[in-house]
């Protein structure tokens, strides 16, 4: 790499442990080559702290977003091992996450776990439900979405985590109307609720729907134990008459 920016290995050594000052113009710009990230970027970002999967995103090219917007870049923690966490939004953070989804210091302050049956090239985030709108998963689970960056993306009749500015974050079925009126049908499975639409101008970030976990007892479950209660019951009572 030093070859290739035609720098002294010493030298570089030094930019990389924060020995010497900032790189001058000339070198910037070919570190900008090298990385194929633009100088703008390497000059303001502090790109330890940027998800694996933005900076894949930005070397792809993919640097604007539907609106024309420069791209959103998603902050991310990791573990001892250096491995992307998956942080936990729980209810009582929900509410400061549409304010501190950007903010580093945010970020880094929620809990966070690994789950090693997921894709390592994919981005991940918790959040925890507050509500049956979703039935029948249920309220105060925690439900695992992965990074969409492109929200032209979006698939009509899945449900996706979005986080919006008036309404913060909510979990629904999503129909795409992006193209057409430049909103989002959000649906809930619990079908108490009425469906609703929302601008996409209101969308801050959204998540597809990948799996969910919960301390709670499934319904079912619950009706099975009392059935196989009943029956002994019933049972004993026949086996005294007997």
Same mark, same amino acid.
């Given at each position: 790499?030093?070859?290739?920016? %035609?720098?002294?290995?010493?030298?570089?050594?030094?930019?990389?442990?924060?020995?010497?000052l900032?790189?001058?113009l000339?070198?910037?710009?070919?570190?900008?080559?090298? !990385?194929?990230?633009s100088?703008d970027?390497?000059?303001?970002l502090?790109?330890?702290?940027?998800?694996?999967?933005?900076?894949?995103?930005m070397? +792809?090219?993919? @640097?604007? /977003?539907?609106? %024309?917007?420069?791209?959103?870049?998603?902050?991310?923690?990791?573990?001892?091992?250096?491995?992307?966490?998956?942080?936990? $939004?729980p209810?009582?953070?929900?509410a400061g996450? @549409?304010?501190?989804?950007?903010?580093?210091?945010?970020?880094?302050?929620?809990?966070? !776990?690994?789950l090693?049956?997921?894709?390592? /090239?994919k981005?991940? *985030?918790?959040?925890?439900?507050?509500?049956?709108?979703?039935?029948?998963?249920p /309220? +105060?689970?925690h439900?695992?979405?992965?990074y969409?960056?492109?929200?032209?993306?979006?698939?009509?009749?899945?449900?996706?985590?979005?986080?919006?500015?008036? /309404?913060?974050? $909510?979990f629904?079925v $999503?129909y795409? =109307?992006?193209? &057409?009126?430049?909103?989002?049908?959000?649906?809930?499975?619990?079908?108490?609720?009425?469906?609703?639409e929302?601008?996409?101008? =209101?969308?801050?970030?959204?998540?597809? !729907?990948?799996?969910? !976990?919960?301390?709670?007892?499934?319904? =079912?479950?619950?009706?099975l134990?009392?059935?196989? &209660?009943?029956?002994k019951?019933?049972?004993? *009572?026949?086996?005294?008459m007997?």
């Open positions: 790499m030093a070859a290739i920016l %035609g720098v002294k290995r010493s030298t570089l050594n030094s930019y990389e442990n924060g020995v010497a900032t790189p001058p000339d070198l910037l710009m070919k570190l900008s080559n090298y !990385f194929k990230f100088l970027v390497i000059v303001r502090d790109l330890s702290k940027i998800s694996e999967y933005s900076l894949g995103e070397q +792809r090219g993919f @640097t604007k /977003d539907i609106e %024309g917007k420069n791209l959103r870049i998603l902050y991310t923690t990791v573990d001892n091992e250096d491995r992307e966490n998956i942080e936990l $939004v209810i009582k953070s929900k996450y @549409t304010a501190g989804y950007n903010d580093p210091e945010y970020i880094s302050g929620l809990p966070t !776990f690994q090693p049956f997921l894709q390592k /090239d981005k991940y *985030r918790a959040f925890q439900l507050d509500g049956d709108s979703m039935l029948p998963i /309220d +105060r689970a439900v695992i979405g992965e969409v960056q492109n929200l032209n993306t979006l698939k009509d009749g899945t449900a996706y985590i979005i986080v919006t500015q008036d /309404d913060g974050v $909510v629904k $999503v795409n =109307q992006i193209r &057409k009126r430049k909103k989002l049908l959000l649906r809930s499975l619990n079908t108490a609720y009425e469906p609703y929302i601008g996409i101008e =209101q969308v801050i970030e959204a998540w597809r !729907f990948v799996n969910y !976990f919960t301390s709670e007892i499934p319904d =079912q479950y619950n009706e134990a009392t059935l196989k &209660k009943d029956f019951a019933m049972s004993e *009572r026949l086996a005294k007997a």
